[in-house]
């Protein structure tokens, strides 16, 4: 057994402080049983805990370190922007030159607006979409996950559907009414929900690769659909790439899928792990936000300096180095295909989906293509699995509704050291 005990004693400690010991839920281990890890460094695809033990990252802060850990270009281009201030509140040149960047990434983004949060970009976005098209509701699917904000904790995969709240309390009825939701890739149920609610549905929003139920692709033609759809129904179709957005390609999933928004949410990978989010999209509905327009939307440290330093230094580095793409994807499809060998190998039928640097392994055989089908996941025996990986020094994220990313950092040695703890721990369990 690994020693924790500077990790219990934390935890001990934080529950006394902190609620549940955590800043946001999913980092607890409640999913899975036992107490959170507390990191203390991390560096390329490793990160070394309070106790001094290593283990190879695969959660990589849920997306954002997709160069790994304190990668020199994006620390040094902070340590380089902290002397001239922390924040100013004022405009700053590191803002224009991260939107226009942004602008030549996302062929679909005309005009950014820079947030904190990816939670932050997918409720100002449903605000700015309401208030273009002077309609109130929002259609989302059931098993995405767009942040916390009220609109969108119905029916909200992972940290949610992990804690068993697919539905918070402390949302109002009257909010959740105006949030219609439909399954997954099914684009019939869709087409007859905007029919029931005929010139009411200000957007559509969905992952168009989702990510917070596992990982689940879309259909062949669903996100086209879905863009037909809302051409012809005169709504808003956003894509919530905080996830996808810079991961699945630099142009995320809409360059990936030939599919483009009207606006879409960012998140993640665009702060280089600082705290920030972007929604963008069309000039015509971004011209709506405030001072531009009349949908008020606001934040004292938006477009914060040093944020931008980071995030900008990694955006320049995606945008000049495609290899990044190759080598995160060769990486994943090794894992993915090791993984599919290893489950072989032990006789299981075990379901995995994968795309580019994301990728899932569901405890169930069946094929899972929407939130319905994640269910059908033995979240028990994940956890046993979770456990048996951790202690073999592989750090999986502590949910079976979540996807694993990949870094760049990660090398051979590592995906060897992945599955074969994999397979350990596959054996171990059954
Ligand atoms: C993580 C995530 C969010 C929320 O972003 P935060 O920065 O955690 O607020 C929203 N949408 C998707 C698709 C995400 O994966």
Redo the contacts with the bound molecule.
């Keep these: 057994m690994l020693d924790k005990s500077k990790s219990v004693h934390l935890f001990e400690t934080a529950q006394n402080f902190i609620p549940g010991g955590v800043n946001?839920p999913v980092r607890a281990f409640k999913a899975v049983g036992g107490d959170p890890i507390f990191m203390q460094s991390a560096k390329g695809a490793i990160m070394t805990d309070v106790d001094g033990n290593e283990y190879i990252d695969l959660i990589n802060s849920?997306?954002p370190m997709i160069l790994g850990h304190a990668y020199d270009e994006i620390t040094e281009a902070v340590s380089k922007a902290i002397p001239h201030s922390l924040s100013f509140g004022t405009p700053g040149a590191l803002e224009v030159d991260i939107a226009e960047l942004i602008v030549k990434m996302k062929p679909s983004i005309e005009k950014v607006r820079m947030v904190n949060?990816?939670?932050?970009?997918?409720m100002s976005a449903i605000r700015l979409a309401r208030g273009y098209t002077s309609r109130e509701k929002v259609i989302k699917f059931e098993g995405?996950?767009?942040?916390?904000g009220d609109s969108f904790l119905i029916a909200a995969g992972s940290g949610a559907m992990t804690m068993g709240e697919p539905n918070s309390p402390g949302v109002t009825r009257g909010t959740a009414n105006d949030t219609l939701t439909a399954p997954y890739n099914d684009l019939e149920a869709v087409t007859k929900l905007v029919a029931a609610n005929k010139d009411q549905v200000a957007a559509i929003i969905l992952?168009p690769v989702a990510?917070?139920m596992g990982c689940v692709l879309p259909n062949e033609g669903y996100l086209q659909g879905l863009r037909d759809l809302c051409t012809q129904e005169g709504i808003v179709l956003i894509f919530?790439?905080?996830?996808?957005g810079f991961r699945l390609a630099k142009g995320g999933a809409q360059e990936l899928f030939g599919v483009q928004a009207d606006l879409t949410?960012l998140?993640?990978i665009i702060g280089g792990g600082m705290?920030v989010?972007a929604y963008g999209g069309k000039k015509e509905i971004m011209d709506y936000v405030s001072p531009q327009g009349p949908v008020y939307q606001a934040g004292t440290l938006s477009g914060n300096p040093i944020s931008m330093a980071a995030g900008l230094a990694m955006l320049k580095h995606l945008d000049t180095h495609p290899e990044v793409y190759e080598h995160i994807n060769a990486q994943s499809a090794k894992i993915a295909e090791g993984t599919k060998e290893n489950l072989k190998k032990l006789g299981l039928d075990y379901t995995t989906n994968e795309v580019g640097s994301m990728h899932s392994l569901f405890f169930t055989n069946v094929k899972v293509t929407d939130f319905d089908t994640a269910k059908t996941c033995d979240t028990a025996l994940f956890g046993k699995y979770f456990n048996a990986m951790l202690e073999r020094g592989i750090y999986l994220a502590p949910s079976q509704y979540e996807t694993l990313f990949i870094c760049n950092a990660l090398t051979d040695e590592h995906v060897e050291a992945i599955l074969k703890a994999s397979y350990e721990s596959l054996k171990e369990i059954h």
Excluded at 240 to 244: G, R
């Design positions: 946001s849920w997306g949060s990816g939670t932050e970009a997918t995405c996950y767009h942040g916390h992952e990510g917070n919530d790439e905080v996830m996808t949410t998140g993640k705290p989010g």
